[in-house]
């Protein structure tokens, strides 16, 4: 079974359009996130959501919103698409109670291509 | 959070042992040390972790200095499955709210061939 699942895989849209990513884990962790890996391949932390509350939020613009509708899920909502926004796009959970002790579980991604 | 610092790149050849090297001057008494790598078009995965004491486990070993101020990541009989990305990051777990998330460096990408 799939631990953190995302969807879609791959996404290509055109510049202006509004998408959404999905993002379900079936661990029973408290804590979701999502990160971005740009072209460079550098890793960064976007939002990170415990038991539906927005506990992080870096420097994101505010055209990137998520959506936590309960503990198991955190959807990613983009508006108004940029070149620059395409990346791929991470999903993870963890259990917050134990700092993350027990490892963080990611997706396996989404790659989103702005035309 | 304390930062660490790995070499970019290491090769290995097949079926020989690999040391990956992490630094980390700064690390506190609390901080965990973590190892996570991602393979080619992958989400980063858990390889290991450890407070004070080497630790093993069915896909590496984690050999950390007496100080603390280091750490080796060792995979015994590297597989061409073995190429990725593989980074070293600190954890507290004392740590709530905003400073609970996963910071990532560069990390040093393996390559291993035959």
């Known amino acids: 079974d799939t631990a953190v699942s995302q969807t879609p895989k791959y996404l290509v849209t055109q510049m202006g359009n509004d998408k959404s990513i999905k993002c379900e884990q079936n661990?029973?962790?408290?804590?979701m996130y999502w990160y971005k890996q740009d072209s460079k391949k550098f890793l960064k932390i976007m939002f990170s959501?415990?038991?539906?509350?927005?506990?992080i939020n870096e420097t994101v613009p505010n055209r990137f919103s998520p959506k936590s509708p309960d503990k198991a899920h955190l959807n990613l909502h983009i508006n108004s698409l940029e070149l620059g926004d395409s990346a791929v796009y991470f999903c993870?959970?963890?259990?917050?109670?134990?700092?993350?002790?027990?490892?963080?579980?990611f997706g396996s991604g989404t790659r989103l291509t702005v035309v | 959070d304390a930062k660490t610092t790995q070499p970019n790149s290491m090769e290995s050849n097949e079926e020989e042992p690999v040391h990956l090297p992490c630094n980390h001057s700064?690390?506190?008494?609390?901080?965990?040390i973590h190892w996570y790598r991602q393979l080619p078009s992958q989400g980063p995965e858990y390889v290991i972790h450890?407070?004070?004491s080497n630790v093993n486990n069915r896909m590496a070993s984690l050999a950390i200095a007496e100080d603390r101020k280091s750490s080796t990541l060792i995979l015994h009989r590297a597989t061409l499955r073995d190429a990725a990305v593989y980074y070293c990051?600190?954890?507290?777990?004392?740590?709530?709210?905003?400073?609970?998330?996963?910071?990532f460096g560069t990390g040093t990408r393996l390559q291993v061939t035959l």
């Open positions: 993870a959970s963890s259990q917050a109670q134990s700092g993350g002790i027990r490892g963080y579980t």
């Open positions: 700064t690390i506190s008494g609390t901080d965990y």
């Open positions: 990051i600190l954890s507290n777990p004392l740590n709530t709210g905003t400073a609970s998330k996963l910071t």
């Open positions: 450890g407070l004070t």
């Open positions: 661990l029973g962790h408290d804590t």
């Open positions: 959501y415990n038991n539906k509350e927005l506990i």
